[in-house]
């Protein structure tokens, strides 16, 4: 029996030590702004307690209506990362479309994927090191299948993250109207945060209450015209 004790303390720990790898990253912090982005307006994506190691991703999930002439775009430009994520790789997915094209420039590097979807679906990746800096642009666009009114897009950026703890991840959103754009951020494959976006200018309200209104101060203003010219009457 006490031979034993070594090697089940020994299984222990290397138990506890796999536990401990395979554990996501606790307590990071995510904050996001703003909760609706028009064209041309910058997102932040504010984090914090990320630890190096971490097998960091960060997913864009759109909804995008096509432009009158079936082509569609959405690329986010000056993107800023604080931190790098090596052995990374970029993948996108889109459907509803029928051809193409992701785009990846960071000065005078550029990495360009372009494809006709199969179904309605494509998907492409690109494995690169994501080093910390600013990109010009990293972008999705093409055009739409026949008779599709909303283009899905998937952007994912994933590697293991060197850098600062904290940090603040920023874009500016290029060539969308309207629809949503969901952020999702994942520590060790465990979803950490996610936040529904809303793109494009506010509904504006139909003015339905004001006309109901309206109509009820005639017909109050009308019944009591008919009271006061009554009472006239009886007065009389």
């Known amino acids: 029996m006490h031979r034993r004790c070594p090697t089940l303390l020994a299984l222990l720990a290397l138990a506890a030590l796999l536990a401990a790898l395979a554990a996501p990253a606790g307590a990071v912090g995510v904050e996001v702004q703003p909760d609706r982005v028009l064209d041309r307006d910058t997102v932040t994506i504010g984090l914090s307690d990320l630890p190096n190691g971490t097998v960091f991703s960060l997913k864009l999930d759109g909804a995008v209506a096509p432009r009158p002439d079936g082509t569609f775009g959405f690329a986010t430009t000056g993107l800023v990362m604080p931190f790098s994520?090596?052995?990374?790789q970029v993948?996108?997915?889109?459907?509803?479309?029928?051809?193409?094209?992701l785009v990846?420039?960071?000065?005078?590097?550029?990495?360009?994927?372009?494809?006709?979807?199969q179904d309605g679906r494509y998907e492409t990746e690109q494995k690169i090191t994501i080093?910390?800096?600013?990109?010009?642009?990293?972008?999705?666009?093409?055009?739409?299948?026949?008779?599709a009114t909303t283009v899905r897009t998937t952007l994912s950026l994933t590697g293991?993250?060197?850098?600062?703890?904290?940090?603040?991840?920023?874009?500016?959103?290029?060539?969308?109207?309207?629809?949503?754009?969901?952020i999702s951020v994942y520590a060790n494959t465990e979803k950490v945060f996610d936040r529904e976006l809303a793109l494009g200018p506010a509904p504006t309200p139909t003015p339905t209450q004001q006309a109901g209104f309206g109509a009820g101060a005639f017909v109050f203003a009308a019944g009591l015209g008919s009271a006061i010219a009554v009472a006239r009457g009886r007065r009389r």
Do not use: C, H, W
């Not at 972008?139 to 026949?146: I, Q, W």
């Open 85 to 88: 994520l090596e052995q990374g």
């Open 91 to 101: 993948q996108a997915t889109l459907q509803g479309t029928d051809l193409n094209e």
């Open 104 to 117: 990846v420039r960071k000065g005078d590097t550029e990495a360009r994927m372009s494809g006709a979807s």
């Open 131 to 147: 080093a910390a800096g600013t990109y010009d642009e990293i972008g999705l666009s093409g055009t739409a299948a026949p008779g």
């Open 160 to 182: 293991v993250k060197r850098g600062p703890a904290d940090g603040t991840i920023s874009f500016t959103v290029r060539g969308v109207t309207s629809g949503t754009m969901t």
